[in-house]
């Protein structure tokens, strides 16, 4: 796409041995209704389990359609930590409004884009989402995500975003764990956080479990909590596309599996 106009939003998106599943990410992506223009960079170790550049473009046409204008396909040579990544996906982002964390297991709803845009163009710092649902594939089941705030002390929710020019800070680190929660208190500690939750309930996006270790091994499917609600809701009638991916091959729970744990 040839344009003039510049980019509002980054879309950043780590993967690691997601080929199978980062095409549902993809097409959320190319579902996404919004006026502004964005980028998306991918970041990924170079191995027989990659997304690649060649599948990534791809969905090139598909992506202009839904507003992207720029696509950047940062490729690795050996396996280095979440939050490592992170760190080069902020380092190449360009000079826009908001940076998406993007997961490569999740199927972002339609407004996620535009939500996001909105709130930094309020100079918000920090995003995220009040509630949401997930998905598994395991147990074909759906649950709720509407924490009790009695009970959830995490400063980070659902589809993350920060401000671009804040994350384009954050620290180098080795952490392969509860990145979440160290990127927030990183940022935090370089500048108070303006935070901006959104509480809609939106039915046509999902997360999901299994395709990434740590999803592998979460445990709200089975024990209900103050933070995830069990539902009847079949989310397959909202987005049938789910129905594409039951077939392929799951990631093995984390207490079975030799790999290094990330994302």
Excluded at 97 to 114: M, V
């Amino acid at each position: 796409m040839e344009t003039t106009q510049k980019c509002s939003i980054t879309v950043a998106m780590p993967l690691y041995n997601m080929d199978q599943i980062a095409t549902l990410a993809l097409e959320g992506l190319c579902n996404q209704k919004t006026k502004c223009y964005w980028e998306l960079l991918v970041c990924e170790e170079d191995n027989e389990k990659a997304l690649g550049l060649e599948k990534l473009m791809s969905y090139k046409e598909r992506l202009e359609k839904a507003n992207c204008i720029k696509i950047t396909y940062l490729p690795l040579s050996s396996w280095i930590p979440l939050s490592k990544k992170w760190k080069i996906l902020a380092d190449n982002a360009s000079d826009t409004l908001g940076f998406i964390l993007q997961a490569g297991d999740c199927y972002p709803h339609s407004k996620r884009i535009e939500k996001t845009y909105t709130a930094f163009l309020a100079k918000y710092s920090y995003y995220d989402e009040e509630k949401g649902f997930f998905y598994s594939f395991r147990l074909n089941k759906t649950i709720l995500f509407n924490p009790d705030k009695r009970y959830y002390r995490h400063p980070c929710k659902l589809n993350m975003a920060w401000k671009t020019s804040l994350i384009k800070k954050l620290p180098d680190s080795d952490k392969k764990v509860n990145i979440d929660g160290f990127i927030y208190y990183a940022l935090a500690n370089l500048e108070k956080i303006r935070k901006y939750t959104d509480t809609d309930l939106h039915l046509d996006g999902v997360d999901v479990d299994g395709y990434n270790i740590i999803s592998a091994r979460n445990k709200f499917f089975t024990e209900p909590s103050n933070i995830f609600v069990s539902t009847d809701i079949n989310i397959k009638e909202h987005l049938p596309i789910l129905n594409n991916y039951n077939n392929l091959e799951l990631t093995i729970p984390f207490k079975e599996s030799n790999e290094t744990p990330t994302q």
